[in-house]
């Protein structure tokens, strides 16, 4: 059984996913960031590969991105690394990145891998979702992967049920119209957080973008099954390193 | 087939299309659903061409040059896009997206610049329609274009310094999409050339358009025959390029022809020759030929020409490249550098470098006397003349 659809039927609330760079701060740090993150009890990793001209995300991701690509980071690369991550955990694994790199590695390819090491599921921003039903659906499901698709406020409801139709896994709640890494006050999506909630969708929604601390962390908790954290992850990991006890301590520091 | 219309998802064959995240997709279907219907209007219409005839000096002149014929023994005409207001044929798209923008109750304006002609172009209209202006440039090319950031400026624009990735004209193109997606309702993005996600490519190929209605219709007078030989144009994103072309497209004669900047040679290193290096990705939310690491990084691509210094080309141009409707070709920086001196010497119009390339290629034509040749001189030299300098 894929590992999200699992996760969310054994928990509901309160659930935490780290995004990081693949690639950051060191071109081989990927397999011990997700070992612990895993150790730090987070429910869900996501993975980024990066690209070079990554348009919905805000400077510090892009400087984490432009950083790896120097490291010599690619997607086969990552395949490479992760090829015995499974042996090491059996926490749900999301690739997320552009469409750009996957074009290039071959879409077919590129599903084809995820099912054998082991990932569950894979956001690409920039896909269109007339795209996903024309050209990628039959891949992904034969795959068994779970295609994660973005919503924001300005997304309306019949496009919601749409998107909520063509997702698997959860769907990405962007908590407002930003890049990532922003800076918008949470009031401000109250009303679009309870239209959400009030949808009944078949998916269960983490919210994601402008995530940093246990504040707000515990806000998006009240509206959704939980949070999705990255540029403060990757601001601490620029910080205070990748050692272990360093992650423990910003996971700590989010939730107990 | 139609060539020059895309599908109603964008594509032209398997160009184009919208690449964008969900962040971007309001402000891009709000677009979609409203660009035609309102530039096909008569109210439009009339506004923009009114606009284009007593403010922008259009028609621009089909200029016979006996000099140049002479010399390569063919009839040789140049469309003087250069003495539009502002310099180039940028300003054709500018004045048509921001009264656009108006008829969207859009009230601020943002926009990517490279060399600064589309800068230039884009602040222009924005003064004479009152209407809020940040132009994103990068850093790189702030510097180096200096005098069009002070034009920018005097104009009453926000000049913003794009400082993330190489910082040149891709990533003033990204930092002006993620200004996009911050502020979805209250402002309109203008690109400035065929590129970007539907309908960006249609919408700038129907007010580039203009350029090749003019040249046929000028043809056709001075000739008796609306149907040249050649139009030759130089390549970067492809806006004059494919205004020029347009009205040509499956005529049945008129040959068209494409010309990249090849940089310091196309297998330097330093290249900005897409279709020669390129293979079919995904730039600014469109599919297309670029030039890009086989593992699918974008590739910071080189000219001497700031405005043909783009890693993509237009998706309609790779459609037209891949059904042999246009010839792709490239010369070098030299090669444009020379034809840009030998214009100025033999005619006396300085031209813009990236319109140089289309003439430096009319050296590497075999020509019949008979054989009508129409040259795009997309802009002029002013903007180039430190480069010039240097060179002299």
């Known amino acids: ?256 | 087939m139609n060539h020059t219309k895309p599908d109603k998802y964008g594509y032209y064959g398997e160009f184009g299309g919208a690449f964008v995240p969900e962040m971007l997709y309001p402000n891009i279907k709000e677009l979609q659903e409203n660009y035609e219907q309102i530039i096909q209007s008569d109210s439009f219409q009339e506004e923009f061409k009114s606009l284009l005839r007593d403010y922008v000096g259009r028609p621009t002149p089909l200029f016979f040059s006996k000099n140049l014929s002479a010399q390569f023994g063919a009839k040789i005409y140049l469309k003087r896009e250069d003495l539009n207001h502002t310099g180039a044929h940028k300003i054709n798209n500018a004045i048509g997206q921001v009264l656009l923008a108006k008829r969207l109750n859009k009230n601020r304006i943002i926009a990517e610049t490279g060399a600064g002609q589309h800068g230039v172009a884009t602040a222009t209209a924005c003064a004479l329609m009152n209407i809020d202006c940040t132009i994103f440039m990068g850093e790189i090319d702030i510097d180096r274009q200096k005098p069009n950031v002070e034009r920018m400026r005097i104009l009453g624009a926000k000049v913003v310094a794009a400082t993330s990735g190489s910082k040149t004209l891709k990533d003033a193109t990204n930092e002006a999409i993620r200004e996009w997606i911050n502020n979805p309702v209250d402002t309109h993005y203008i690109i400035g050339s065929v590129v970007g996600p539907h309908p960006y490519p249609d919408l700038v190929t129907q007010f580039q358009s203009i350029i090749s209605e003019e040249i046929k219709m000028q043809l056709n007078e001075q000739t008796g025959n609306e149907r040249p030989d050649y139009v030759i144009a130089c390549l970067g994103g492809g806006s004059n390029a494919i205004g020029a072309f347009y009205h040509f497209i499956d005529n049945g004669k008129t040959k068209l022809i494409a010309v990249e900047a090849g940089g310091e040679g196309v297998y330097s290193g330093k290249t900005a020759a897409t279709i020669a290096l390129g293979k079919i990705g995904i730039i600014h939310g469109s599919k297309t030929y670029l030039i890009q690491t086989d593992d699918g990084q974008i590739v910071e691509p080189h000219s001497i020409s700031a405005g043909l210094d783009y890693p993509g080309i237009g998706p309609i141009h790779s459609f037209l490249h891949d059904t042999g409707k246009v010839e792709v070709v490239n010369v070098t920086d030299q090669e444009a550098l020379d034809a840009a001196f030998h214009l100025s010497k033999v005619d006396g119009i300085i031209p813009a470098l990236e319109s140089a390339h289309a003439l430096a290629h009319l050296n590497k034509m075999t020509l019949k006397t008979s054989d009508v040749v129409v040259i795009n001189l997309s802009g002029r030299g002013d903007k180039d003349m430190l480069t010039y300098q240097k060179f002299m």
Not at chain 1, 75 to 96: A, C, G, N, W, Y
Not at chain 1, 206 to 232: Q, V
């Open chain 1, 1 to 256: 059984m894929n590992r999200i659809d699992k996760l969310f039927q054994q928990k509901q609330n309160n659930l935490l996913s780290i995004y990081f760079t693949a690639g950051f701060p060191n071109l081989n740090d990927t397999l011990s960031i997700v070992r612990h993150l895993d150790k730090a009890g987070v429910d869900l990793i996501e993975i980024g590969f990066p690209f070079s001209d990554p348009l919905a995300d805000g400077p510090v991701i892009q400087q984490s991105s432009g950083q790896a690509i120097e490291n010599g980071m690619t997607l086969s690369m990552l395949f490479e690394q992760l090829k015995d991550v499974r042996r090491h955990t059996q926490i749900p694994l999301v690739l997320m990145g552009y469409m750009n790199p996957v074009l290039q590695f071959g879409e077919k390819e590129f599903f084809k891998k995820c099912n054998e090491i082991g990932i569950d599921g894979v956001i690409l921003p920039d896909m269109p979702l007339d795209y996903f039903e024309c050209k990628l659906q039959n891949i992904v499901e034969e795959n068994d992967i779970a295609n994660i698709l973005l919503i924001t406020p300005e997304t309306n409801s019949e496009r919601i049920n749409q998107i909520d139709n063509l997702s698997r896994g959860f769907l990405y709640m962007v908590s407002s119209n930003s890049i990532t890494g922003g800076n918008k006050t949470m009031d401000m999506q109250t009303e679009y957080f309870y239209r959400i909630k009030a949808m009944n969708l078949k998916n269960p929604t983490l919210i994601g973008f402008g995530i940093k601390n246990k504040e707000t962390y515990e806000n998006a908790c009240k509206y959704s099954n939980g949070a999705i954290i990255g540029t403060a992850f990757i601001e601490h990991l620029k910080q205070h390193g990748i050692a272990k006890e360093s992650i423990q301590t910003f996971i700590k520091s989010i939730r107990k």
